[in-house]
T-cell receptor, first 114, second 112 residues
Framework: AQKVTQAQTEISVVEKEDVTLDCVYE???????LFWYKQPPSGELVFLIR??????QNEISGRYSWNFQKSTSSFNFTITASQVVDSAVYFC???????????FGTGTRLTIIP | KAGVTQTPRYLIKTRGQQVTLSCSPI?????VSWYQQTPGQGLQFLFE???????NKGNFPGRFSGRQFSNSRSEMNVSTLELGDSALYLC???????????FGQGTRLTVV
């Protein structure tokens, strides 16, 4: 069975600080996808990034960066120079290759204090 | 390009009643998935429909059912509502290859 663990329930940081959200996953599959989604107060889940299990290259996109380490089954997400608009709940998720079913972590509520 | 549309946004139902929720996916998307989000259980997968066929199913009782129409629009039905069915129900639309799902704003169901 697949499992995603987000140990941080809530994080608060002052604006402009960097913040890292942790994600640890479990799966028996050799090929899978990992995702990060953001859920603002409006409710919809907003796609942020997808990584393939065979691609451990880390990625930076603007203020966002992701660190995928297969050896430790971790897929962490960092926001650099945080802004108030980054306040939301962030979910890490896992799926089998080609399968639409997402297994979500419990989410991390991020609050950026102005 | 229009996003995923879920209707209604809010619903209040009485225990024992049934309810139907609707989801209109992004044009060209053939896969629609449904999720239940509650404070206690988090986000849980209900089922996925692809080209009018249920392709995947989560661990929910038979009171939860769905269908998909030829235009890819999907409906989800919950019969004999229980208080524990109160949740945010999210619909996700995609091409069906598992690479990226787009979510609607959800329907918040309250059972009293």
């Amino acid at each position: 069975a697949q499992k995603v663990t987000q140990a941080q329930t809530e994080i608060s940081v002052v604006e402009k600080e960097d913040v890292t959200l942790d994600c640890v996953y479990e799966t028996r599959d050799t090929t899978y996808y990992l995702f990060w989604y953001k859920q603002p107060p409006s409710g919809e889940l907003v796609f942020l990034i997808r990584r393939n299990s065979f691609d451990e290259q880390n990625e930076i996109s603007g203020r966002y960066s992701w660190n995928f380490q297969k050896s430790t089954s971790s897929f962490n997400f960092t926001i650099t120079a945080s802004q108030v608009v980054d306040s939301a709940v962030y979910f890490c998720a896992l799926s089998d290759f080609g399968n639409e079913k997402l297994t979500f972590g419990t989410g991390t509520r991020l609050t950026i204090i102005p | 390009k229009a996003g995923v549309t879920q209707t209604p946004r809010y619903l209040i139902k009485t225990r024992g009643q049934q309810v139907t929720l609707s989801c209109s996916p992004i044009s060209g998307h053939r896969s629609v998935s449904w999720y239940q989000q509650t404070p206690g259980q988090g986000l849980q997968f209900l089922f996925e429909y692809f080209s009018e066929t249920q392709r995947n199913k989560g661990n929910f009782p038979g009171r939860f059912s769905g269908r998909q129409f030829s235009n890819s629009r999907s409906e989800m039905n919950v019969s004999t509502l229980e208080l524990g069915d109160s949740a945010l129900y999210l619909c996700a639309s995609s091409l069906g290859d598992g690479r990226k799902a787009f979510f609607g704003q959800g329907t918040r169901l309250t059972v009293v």
